[in-house]
T-cell receptor
Framework: KAGVTQTPRYLIKTRGQQVTLSCSPISGHRSVSWYQQTPGQGLQFLFEYFSETQRNKGNFPGRFSGRQFSNSRSEMNVSTLELGDSALYLC?????????????FGPGTRLLVL | GEDVEQSLFLSVREGDSSVINCTYTDSSSTYLYWYKQEPGAGLQLLTYIFSNMDMKQDQRLTVLLNKKDKHLSLRIADTQTGDSAIYFCAERPRDDKIIFGKGTRLHILP
């Protein structure tokens, strides 16, 4: 079974631009969570989607948004990029026959904002 | 408040056992996890323990849970160079958001 995939793997943007990141979960998983990882703050939870509905949200500004499609694929969007948004964005999926309690992570999208 | 604490660095000689410690804050946490992150990669789930257990063993990995002290540890027996990575402890409280520690960087000495 294929793992969690994220595209693109690397991205360079400038301040003020917006960006969309994509995540395809493991087949059969209906829950997708997003995290931001930075050296200073570590791993911080952004949001979780289940069956196209946002189920949980972290403490991030409204510039960070997401959605989930009927095939469980998810996208997250960051508008009006700031330098501090430079980070590794990780997506994780769970559910199906691996159970809801374990999350499997993708390789991440590394975003650099100049 | 929500916080998972772990030491930032650990150095261990190849062949010795590594013990990575973690403390968490939410006594309602149902699951506790250990993840491994190698350079340039995402997080790999190593093992997890349900809160009604106090020990779990999986090959070279042993997880110990002390619920009273909210203390979790990961022991890696016979540490190898391939074990060099950052290890994250995480808890899952009842509201279902997984909370991660800042990670312990394990360095293997020859």
């Amino acid at each position: 079974k294929a793992g969690v995939t994220q595209t693109p793997r690397y991205l360079i943007k400038t301040r003020g631009q917006q960006v969309t990141l994509s995540c395809s979960p493991i087949s059969g998983h209906r829950s997708v969570s997003w995290y931001q990882q930075t050296p200073g703050q570590g791993l911080q939870f952004l949001f979780e989607y289940f069956s196209e509905t946002q189920r949980n949200k972290g403490n991030f500004p409204g510039r960070f948004s997401g959605r989930q499609f009927s095939n469980s694929r998810s996208e997250m969007n960051v508008s009006t990029l700031e330098l501090g948004d430079s980070a590794l964005y990780l997506c994780a999926s769970s559910g199906g026959d691996t159970g809801p309690e374990t999350q499997y992570f993708g390789p991440g999208t590394r975003l650099l904002v100049l | 408040g929500e916080d998972v604490e772990q030491s930032l660095f650990l150095s261990v000689r190849e062949g010795d056992s590594s013990v990575i410690n973690c403390t968490y804050t939410d006594s309602s946490s149902t699951y506790l996890y250990w993840y491994k992150q190698e350079p340039g990669a995402g997080l790999q789930l190593l093992t997890y323990i349900f809160s009604n257990m106090d020990m779990k063993q999986d090959q070279r990995l042993t997880v110990l849970l002390n619920k009273k002290d909210k203390h979790l540890s990961l022991r890696i027996a016979d540490t190898q160079t391939g074990d060099s990575a950052i290890y994250f402890c995480a808890e899952r409280p009842r509201d279902d958001k997984i909370i991660f520690g800042k990670g312990t960087r394990l360095h293997i000495l020859p």
